[in-house]
């Protein structure tokens, strides 16, 4: 999505980017976004790896024929309609849905219920927060002692739920009917990953458990683990689609937003509620209304794009409005391809590269233009830089 300079802006993403990790519905995910004026990163970290040669999935399938069961548990609509078009392929189709037919099935969701009714069948029971404890505790209020229960996955194994259902005397067959792989290509989401780290995206959204999983592996073998954890928990919104998703992140102190059901739609709205209050800074400099978002400026109503480099002078500005700040320090806050690009030295205490005063004049010269407006960043001779406001009286109601 391409931002134009200057345009009167009531789309409540605008300004912001988005990193979409979904494999699956990424396009829906995507298009709503840009509908409300995110700038999406898509960068899929798992994709779905069909089992349709799959013995253990055969296997599980024969089970579920061969002997009587007592309950099925349908997880996901996706799933259960893939183990159903799998089936007909090895021409079980008929025998499955004849033993299903005669079962008290528990499905998780609406989805998972749709996917049902369309065979004809009925679900006996469906949980309303559509999660798998639910259906779980549902299932342990009874007496499960030698009852044959087939559970479909989603992805990957459920051994809290499984292996409770085994506690309570159950004979339990997993069926496996998709999992989910790491990409061919993670170019995307390693570029991603660094752009979280760099600041220049504000939301990540993830739609999976196994994305979240992905995510944190590619980190880890690029050496930024600890410092995509560090910008998850601080400037970096983790909008995740439910909690059984969301559980890797918080176990590792990252707070994240979710919806009140598990929708793409509502996880979309749960990003525009939030992002705007968490990543926007709204100042008055100068008479006018300045708020910074992700990678633009709303100025007077006007959204206007800004470059990683000056928007990383700007920000530094914004956390002390009104007071000076010097060359010296706003050296540290330039993105490091700037200090690649040849405007730097190197720091002979760590060796690593840092800006130099002419790269900050730069990037000034860049900031001023992009907004537009004279006054707005002042230069304090010899001393550094300034928004034009008067120290406490600069946030906007």
């Known amino acids: 999505m391409t931002i134009q300079a200057g345009v009167l802006t009531s789309e409540p993403l605008s300004g912001f980017a988005v990193g979409v990790t979904a494999a699956r519905r990424h396009e829906e995910l995507a298009a709503l976004l840009e509908r409300r004026g995110a700038r999406v990163v898509h960068a899929p970290a798992i994709r779905l790896v069909p089992l349709q040669d799959d013995a253990e999935l055969l296997q599980a399938t024969e089970e579920c024929i061969s002997r009587p069961l007592d309950y099925v548990v349908v997880t996901t609509g996706i799933g259960f309609r893939a183990w159903l078009e799998t089936a007909d392929g090895w021409g079980l189709r008929d025998s499955l849905l004849d033993r299903l037919g005669r079962v008290p099935i528990l499905a998780r969701g609406p989805k998972a219920r749709g996917a049902i009714r369309s065979t004809g069948i009925t679900e006996a029971w469906s949980p309303e927060s559509e999660s798998c404890d639910e259906v779980l505790k549902h299932l342990l209020e009874g007496d499960l002692r030698g009852t ?70 590619v980190a880890a073998e690029d050496g930024l683990e600890d410092a995509l954890i560090e910008a998850l928990r601080t400037h970096v919104v983790a909008a995740c689609v439910g909690p059984v998703t969301a559980f890797a992140l918080t176990e590792r102190g990252v707070p994240t937003i979710q919806p009140e059901r598990a929708r793409i739609g509502a996880l979309v709205r749960a990003i525009v509620e939030d992002l705007p209050e968490r990543r926007a800074r709204r100042l008055h400099v100068r008479g006018h209304a300045l708020e910074l978002r992700g990678h633009a400026v709303v100025l007077d109503g006007q959204l206007r794009p800004i470059a990683p480099a000056p928007m990383a002078i700007l920000r530094a500005l914004a956390r002390r409005p009104g007071h000076v700040v010097s060359r010296a320090e706003l050296c540290g806050v330039l993105p490091s391809r700037v200090v690649a690009a040849g405007s730097g030295w190197t720091n002979p205490r760590d060796g690593r590269p840092q800006a130099d005063e002419h790269a900050v004049e730069m990037a000034v010269a860049r900031l001023r233009r992009g907004l537009g407006r004279t006054g707005i960043v002042e230069t304090v001779v010899k001393r550094g830089y300034r928004l034009a406001c008067e120290p406490g009286r600069e946030a906007l109601a």
Do not use: C, K, M, N
């Not at 229960?149 to 459920?158: C, N, S």
């Not at 998709?178 to 061919?184: A, G, H, I, L, N």
């Not at 390693?190 to 990540?204: F, M």
């Open 148 to 217: 044959r229960i087939a559970v479909q996955l989603y992805g990957e194994p459920l051994p809290d739920f499984t292996d409770a259902l085994r506690g309570h005397g159950a004979e339990v067959i997993e069926v496996p009917v998709y999992r989910w792989s790491r990409t061919d290509d993670s170019t995307p989401l390693r570029r991603l990953v660094g752009q979280a780290v760099a600041g220049t995206v504000d939301a990540i959204t993830f739609t999976s458990a196994p994305a979240v999983t992905a995510t944190l592996a």
